[in-house]
Structures are given as structure tokens and as C-alpha cells.
């Protein structure tokens, strides 16, 4: 029966000494080549920042103007709406596919934000700004009236290049359009008045 390695007792010093400089060598050698393999399971600070809440300074906005921020890799809007625009929300319910934002609520539309204007303050929008049809960005439509791809009564919003689908300045898609619901309300809350938090609803 051969010996095992526990079993080998070297009678010479020199070579006891050399093998065990020669075990320890080795297992310091498996230890630094496991460190890194282990440490691309740790996320990077970049990943970390990617899903951390954004804080954005609103007090510059004047009503009328829209703001883009970057959350979690997605654009998000922030519009600080006339009382013209907010006026004019009521006026086409009757067109719109889902005008109370009751197709999955809980995905696209906090319950704070499930109300006609679709915010927290009615004068503020807060949207991520990606067409629910096939990922697209939808351009701004704010001036009112008769344009191409729009209808005659337009009262202002969104639109999407890419397939035509059209929403209000609530973010809320119309009828027959190839989107399929509302734009995105991400989960945000007001820090102060004129501090937004997006990314985090805790106090909303």
C-alpha cells in the first residue's frame, strides 16, 4: 500500500524545509487566483450609481419648459406645465386609451400619480420618456393645433416618430395608436420645493 502524503517524512532537513516552502507556495497561489474570479460577483460603483435615486434641482424651471435626466439608464422628463396645459388635460378624455391610468397601475403609474394630471403637484410631470410600444423615444409636441403626423385639435403633448402613437401632456396614450399603454411614472418625491427625487417615493 503506498504512502500517503502525511506518511512522507524526509530525513533530511533541507528537503523537509523545501517541501513545505512548496505547499505553502501553492496555496497562496490558488488563493490570488480565486480572488478575482470572486470579485466580479461584487457590482461596480458604476452599476451601484446606475440605480441609485437622482436628486434634481427644479427651481430654474419656468412653466412651459421640460428637463431630461438620466435614472437607471432611462431619459426621464420633468415638465413644469402652464395652467393652459393642465387646463387642457379635461379636455380630451374622451380620446384617450386609458384616461385614469388603470391598466397595471402598480407598474406604470404609482397610486400617488394615478390621478388626471399623473403627478404628485399637479403642475409638475415627472415620465420616463420611452414610447411603451417598441422602446422609441417620443418628441416633444407642445404647441397646439394642427400639425402633420397630429390632428386638427391638438391640444399638446407627445409624439412618437417611429410608429405614430401620440400622448397628452399627462403622458397618457390615445386610442388606436400602436402604444399599448401610458407612459412610464417613475417612482420620485419632492424633497423641497424646488428639489425632485427620482427614485424613491418613500415620503409620497
Not at 41 to 60: H, L, M, T, Y
Not at 81 to 95: D, F
Not at 144 to 149: E, F, Y
Amino acid at each position: 500500500m503506498s504512502a500517503s502524503l502525511v506518511d512522507i517524512q524526509p530525513s533530511d532537513p533541507s528537503k523537509r524545509t523545501w517541501l513545505i516552502a512548496s505547499s505553502c507556495a501553492g496555496a497562496v497561489g490558488v488563493g490570488a487566483a480565486a480572488i478575482p474570479f470572486v470579485s466580479t460577483f461584487q457590482p461596480s460603483e458604476r452599476a451601484k450609481a446606475a440605480g441609485a435615486a437622482v436628486e434634481v434641482d427644479i427651481g430654474a424651471m419656468k412653466p412651459g419648459e421640460k428637463l431630461t435626466v438620466e435614472w437607471r439608464g432611462k431619459p426621464v422628463w420633468i415638465v413644469r406645465r402652464t395652467p393652459e396645459q393642465l387646463a387642457s388635460l379635461g379636455k380630451i378624455t374622451g380620446q384617450l386609451a386609458d384616461p385614469e391610468s388603470k391598466r397595471k397601475p402598480a407598474e406604470l403609474t404609482p397610486e400617488y400619480a394615478r390621478n388626471e394630471a399623473r403627478s404628485i403637484k399637479p403642475e409638475y410631470f415627472v415620465a420616463v420618456g420611452i414610447c411603451t410600444h417598441l422602446g422609441c423615444s417620443p418628441s416633444d409636441k407642445f404647441q397646439t393645433g394642427a400639425q402633420p403626423s397630429l390632428p386638427d385639435d391638438w391640444q399638446g403633448g407627445f409624439l412618437c416618430p417611429c410608429h405614430g402613437s401620440t400622448f397628452d401632456l399627462a403622458g397618457r396614450v390615445f386610442k388606436n395608436k400602436p402604444a399599448p399603454d401610458n407612459l412610464e411614472v417613475p417612482p420620485h418625491m419632492f424633497l423641497s420645493d424646488s428639489k425632485l427625487l427620482i427614485g424613491e417615493d418613500k415620503k409620497a
